[in-house]
């Protein structure tokens, strides 16, 4: 059973930063590319980015590029997402994603996906 489990939400000011992190279970991370998304309220589930299996190779949507930066540990099966100079508008449940197939990268929201983690921007 796959399992996604993302944490190191929370509330921060404009500006500030966060790390986000998602252990991995139940396939073997260390072949699929993983993603994130993200969800604010009323609005639909917006693509964030994706990195390889190997780490090698990542892509952001334009709304995120050059302030969110992933990262990944396969040794630990765990997934980050840093976060920094943070909006208001970056304010969302986050949530990592598995590829749909081993060593293909998708940019699209992937259906698997954990509960998520929420990140607040305010002052």
């Known amino acids: 059973e796959v399992k996604l489990v993302e944490s190191g939400g929370g509330l921060v000011q404009p500006g500030g930063s966060l790390r986000l992190s998602c252990a991995a279970s139940?396939?073997?991370?260390?072949?699929?590319?993983m993603s994130w998304v993200r969800q604010a309220p009323g609005k639909e589930i917006e693509w964030l980015s994706v990195l390889d299996e190997s780490g090698q190779r990542s892509y952001y949507s334009e709304s995120v590029k050059g302030r969110f930066t992933m990262s990944r540990d396969n040794a630990k099966n765990t997934l980050y997402l840093q976060l920094n100079n943070l909006k208001t508008e970056d304010t969302a449940m986050y949530y990592c994603g598995k590829g749909p197939q081993p060593f293909v990268v998708t940019k699209l929201v992937p259906r698997e996906r954990g509960q998520g983690t929420q990140v607040t921007v305010s002052q």
């Open positions: 139940g396939f073997p991370f260390n072949h699929y590319a």
